[in-house]
């Protein structure tokens, strides 16, 4: 008994020796950990400064300034020289203040320059970048005011510097000066008799006068006075008393100032709305000749006529009361009567009765063949639920064709206003009134010599007038006319990417993106 109580108590004593020395392991690890953690953390983070300094950005590929750049190499030196130091390995503390002296004051010093200059740089470039913007604004509102005096002559914004420089050179606009003031007491028995009012019949109109009635008393003068649009305003007495920073410039006004030929970036659209259609226009590339946009393929499914077929008109859907008719085919006669355009085509079906048989010739491309078949459809076949009479039948045989189209990468896309659009009433589509497009054509001597299309094949201008009215029914939306110009390479050190610009493209204004 007493050798195994000597044997248990050897045992303890050993279990607790072992205990007692992991614990004192455990301590040296703790306090090991303790003394390297923190030069750890100080070479750790030097080293991820040094990687960004040299490394540039992944999205914005701008890299760090040389400042940065010294400031994590500092780091980095002072977490290795206080491992040094903890380590042992450096053990004078002579060495240790001489080392802090020779590597880490310079550096700190460089730093602390390095900083001071990086902040004194920055202010400047701020300053320069204020003094920068003001020019810049003053040359955005500029191209504003042209674009504001364009609209109220054109109806729309223009996209061309070029287009704008010959409007400021050959365009005149008017203003309306007024002289005298209307009265506010009634209309005096003079002017009544003037008028041709009584007190009787007129008791209400002679109760005050309006603007009207004072110009036809003499009592006011209203002069129309048409002025150069560069003399109204930018070279003008008037104009030349408005604030300016700097003067107008004709040959440079495209161009940002205090830049090496930077142009400014300008677009020009047409904002559609939901409540009103009107007409597009197309030109053909590298000619004056305008297109009707019913003339030109812009969805792109009649690229196998482009070619093949030169007149009639193109079936753009099946009519159900004969299978044989298929999309894509073109009418070339109906009833023995050619059909080369829609003109054609609507005189014929006006002397259709719910009586009569229609008699198509068509024209189909397949591929590389061209064939011509004949087909005849009762009138009486195309009654349906919702078709009942002639009327509605001759609506849906005029829904089902269209005109022959023509190649839309050969013409360029020019928005039309509402100025030169007529309704027939207020339920009806709007059409482009091509009187007035004419006209204005005409009048711009760079469009001197413009033919229109209306028909295809069949063109019309101003030396050689058209007896008949075409009228082509709009496709597309009425809308605003909206711009917009910037500065597409701003100075910015920052890096805040803060474009200055005016008007806008998505929404209707016209001012700047700064505070006016």
Same mark, same amino acid.
Request: aromatic fraction near 12%; glycine fraction near 4%.
């Given at each position: ?155 729309? +914004? ?5 287009? %704008? ?96 030929? $930077? ?16 007409? +597009? ?5 590298? $000619? ?56 054609? +085509? ?7 009765? %719910? ?76 059409? %482009? ?84």
């Amino acid at each position: 008994m007493c050798l195994q109580k000597l044997s248990f108590e050897k045992n303890v004593r050993f279990v607790n020796q072992q205990f007692i020395l992991e614990i004192k392991k455990m301590k040296d690890l703790g306090t090991l950990a303790k003394k390297y953690l923190f030069p750890a953390l100080v070479i750790i983070t030097g080293l991820y400064l040094v990687f960004m300094g040299i490394v540039p950005d992944s999205e914005t590929g701008i890299s760090q300034n040389s400042s940065f750049l010294i400031g994590g190499f500092t780091i980095l030196l002072l977490g290795v020289l206080i491992l040094l130091f903890v380590m042992d390995i450096i053990k004078s503390r002579k060495i240790q203040i001489g080392l802090y002296l020779a590597l880490l004051l310079p550096m700190c010093l460089l730093l602390t320059n390095a900083l001071y200059s990086s902040i004194n740089t920055t202010i400047e470039e701020i300053e320069t970048k204020k003094q920068k913007d003001i020019l810049i604004k003053q040359a955005l509102n500029d191209i504003k005011d042209i674009e504001l005096e364009y609209r109220k002559k054109y109806g729309w +914004f223009s996209s061309d510097f070029n287009e %704008l420089k010959r409007f400021l050179i050959v365009d005149s606009v008017y203003s309306i000066d007024t002289e005298g003031d209307i009265p506010d007491h009634p209309i005096t028995e003079e002017h009544q008799a003037i008028l041709g009012y009584n007190t009787i019949d007129n008791y209400i109109e002679i109760e005050s006068y309006d603007e009207e009635e004072a110009l036809k008393c003499g009592l006011i003068k209203k002069d129309t006075n048409w002025t150069n649009v560069l003399v109204k305003l930018f070279t003008g007495e008037q104009a030349l008393n408005n604030e300016r920073v700097y003067p107008f410039d004709l040959e440079n006004f495209s161009y940002v100032p205090s830049t090496e030929n $930077t142009q400014f970036a300008i677009a020009a659209d047409v904002l559609e709305s939901d409540d009103e259609s009107f007409e +597009f226009l197309y030109q053909e590339n590298g $000619t004056k000749k305008f297109v009707s946009s019913q003339l030109v393929d812009k969805d792109k499914d009649q690229e196998h006529l482009y070619n093949s077929i030169s007149n009639g008109i193109v079936l753009t859907d099946t009519i159900s009361a004969n299978g044989k008719i298929l999309k894509g085919d073109v009418l070339v006669t109906l009833n023995d009567n050619s059909i080369e355009s829609m003109n054609d +085509f609507l005189n014929s079906l006006k002397s259709i009765s %719910l009586k009569d048989s229609v008699n198509f010739t068509f024209t189909r491309v397949e591929k590389e063949t061209t064939s011509t078949f004949s087909s005849t459809i009762a009138i009486t076949d195309l009654i349906s639920k919702n078709r009942k009479n002639l009327s509605s039948i001759l609506i849906y045989l005029e829904e089902k064709f269209s005109p022959l189209k023509y190649n839309p990468e050969n013409f360029t896309l020019i928005n039309i206003g509402k100025d030169f659009t007529q309704k027939e009433s207020e339920l009806s589509k709007a059409y %482009l009134d091509s009187t007035s497009i004419k006209k204005f054509c005409n009048y711009r001597s760079i469009y001197n010599g413009s033919s229109f299309e209306y028909d295809k094949n069949i063109l019309f201008s101003e030396s050689i007038p058209s007896e008949e009215f075409f009228q082509f029914f709009t496709t597309s939306k009425i809308g605003t006319p909206v711009f917009t110009a910037y500065d597409p390479k701003p100075y910015d050190p920052l890096m805040e990417r803060d474009t200055l610009r005016v008007g806008s493209l998505k929404e209707v204004k016209t001012n700047g993106n700064w505070d006016e």
